[in-house]
């Protein structure tokens, strides 16, 4: 959860690429910034004061006496840098005035780069959530998976932002990552082609049996006023079911998921609580009174993160709706930032998030009432071959090409990675089906459109396992 103290902005949502899990609302003359810390905006300094003669010294040895070019803000966004470094807190971090105005500019209504969340997990850039639609989720990157290289370049030693900006880049350019999937011994090499990634965060579709579907990729500024207007369309046509979809939410705006819950939580319940350092709790509640006329179920995966586990919390404590799915994430805290006179931005962890029963559900995620996981390969990576696969091959791009054949109806033998003869068989059967050269080795064009086919599959409602749970579990709701 993220709450900004001078302008109302989503962290990286609207960025090339998240830095950071995030929910954001308005601060300001101390505003919910002092009910969430017990505490106005400026803090104790006695402890800076008993150690300002050390800094000064240190700062003056360094300024005097290093042999190297010193510039006077280079010291001091390292100083601070250095402080937030210390937490040992991947959601607080520290962003030079360049940084920062990167990231104010990048406020518009799409963005350019790959489409996913990213986080610091054991020191290690990891994927979240790649965005519904987007590059990174085509090219087949995966919740949990770990980015070691850019483009040859190592991410080892780098923080968060420092990351995020060898990730991202222009339209059109590749940013080729060396990523290590949990359970996979091999690296995993995915090249990502850069886009335009329009910010389009609420989708709803009408199902049979008079089921309804929205789907949030993320919580934006304006995602409560679309949620309502498509909310509204369904219940005027007659909904009798609603499946809220938030799998691959990262999270973002605060009030958004507030808005929204306010809609659908009964009884005008606890949506969510924050508790500072003190123990202090601040409650939002819904301003729902009764009940919505028909049952709700809520579909989560490990890319549910932050705002959407607020929302899915919200729904099965305070409401008695169903979740569908996986655990979620688990990111149970909340994030203030701050804009220094000079451009720069600090944003640190001040809170806890709890869920209307008081749960933290910090790395530990919201727990599904119905648990449904997705086959195996929906943890496969189209083949992206530096050179064409065929018989008696052996690696992880094999075992990955005989997932994806697998799941689209063509049956190799085995998906232990080993090309062999039922393999190529197989490859030969798509060949042939999508009018391609019937050769049996993966070639490029062949791996174009074997992700292509992979991708329309996965899209399809019909093979959508958690869909199909949630929509059978909303069908026993139904009065």
């Known amino acids: 959860m993220y709450m900004r103290g001078r302008t109302v902005a989503l962290l ?28 106005p905006a400026g803090q104790d300094t006695q402890g800076l004061d008993r150690h300002i003669d050390k800094l000064r010294e240190a700062y003056g040895l360094i300024q005097s006496q290093y042999i190297g070019e010193v510039k006077e803000q280079q010291l001091i966004d390292g100083a601070i840098r250095g402080m937030v470094d ?27 780069g790959i489409g996913a969340e990213v986080t610091m997990k054991n020191g290690r850039v990891t994927i979240v959530s790649p965005f519904k639609d987007s590059p990174a989720e085509k090219a087949g990157l995966r919740p949990e998976d770990q980015i070691h290289k850019v483009n040859g370049e190592s991410l080892e030693g780098l ?15 590749k940013a080729k990552l060396e990523v290590v999937r949990p359970g996979q011994s091999e690296i995993l090499k ?14 709803s579709d009408w199902m049979d049996g008079g089921i309804g579907r929205i789907d949030i990729s993320q919580f934006s500024e304006d995602t409560s006023k679309e949620f309502t207007k498509q909310l509204k369309e369904l219940e005027e046509k007659g909904m009798k079911g609603l499946v809220i979809d938030v799998r691959g939410n990262p999270g973002g705006l605060l009030p958004a998921v507030l808005e929204i819950g306010e809609q659908l939580v009964p009884d005008e319940k606890v949506i969510m609580m924050t508790e500072d350092k003190s123990g202090n709790r601040v409650k939002y509640q819904s301003k729902l009174k009764g009940k919505k006329e028909y049952p709700i179920v809520v579909l989560t995966d490990k890319g549910s993160a932050s705002a959407s586990e607020i929302l899915a919390g919200a729904l099965q404590e305070a409401g008695g709706y169903k979740v569908v799915g996986q655990t979620t994430f688990g990111k149970g805290t909340v994030q203030t930032a701050k804009d220094f006179d000079d451009g720069s931005n600090i944003k640190l962890t ?11 559900i910090n790395k530990e995620g919201v727990q599904p009432d119905v648990e449904v996981e997705m086959p195996e390969y929906y943890q496969a990576t189209p083949p992206q071959p530096d050179k064409p696969l065929k018989r008696d091959m052996s690696d992880s791009q094999v075992r990955n090409l005989q997932l994806v054949l697998e799941s689209l109806g063509f049956r190799p033998d085995r998906t232990d990675g080993y090309f062999s003869e039922q393999t190529e068989t197989a490859v030969k059967a798509f060949q042939k089906t999508e009018n391609l050269d019937v050769t049996g080795e993966v070639d490029e064009k062949t791996a174009l459109q074997l992700q292509e086919a992979f991708i329309e599959m996965m899209r399809e409602p019909d093979n959508d396992l958690q869909l199909r749970v949630g929509i059978e579990t909303l069908k026993k709701e139904i009065k």
Request: proline share 4%.
């Open 86 to 112: 210390s937490l040992d807190d991947p959601y607080s971090a520290y962003m030079d005035k360049n940084m920062a105005k990167q990231f104010h500019s990048s406020l518009e209504s799409s963005f350019q």
């Open 350 to 360: 001040m809170a806890k998030w709890l869920t209307p029963d008081g749960n933290w």
């Open 190 to 203: 995915i090249t990502v082609v850069r886009d335009e990634i329009p910010i389009e965060t609420v989708r």
């Open 159 to 173: 923080d968060l932002n420092e990351a995020v900006e060898k990730i991202k880049g222009p339209k059109g350019s």
């Open 12 to 39: 990286l949502v609207c960025a090339v690429l998240f830095s950071s899990l995030a929910t954001a609302t308005v601060l300001g003359g101390g505003g919910l910034l002092s009910q969430v810390t017990g505490s």
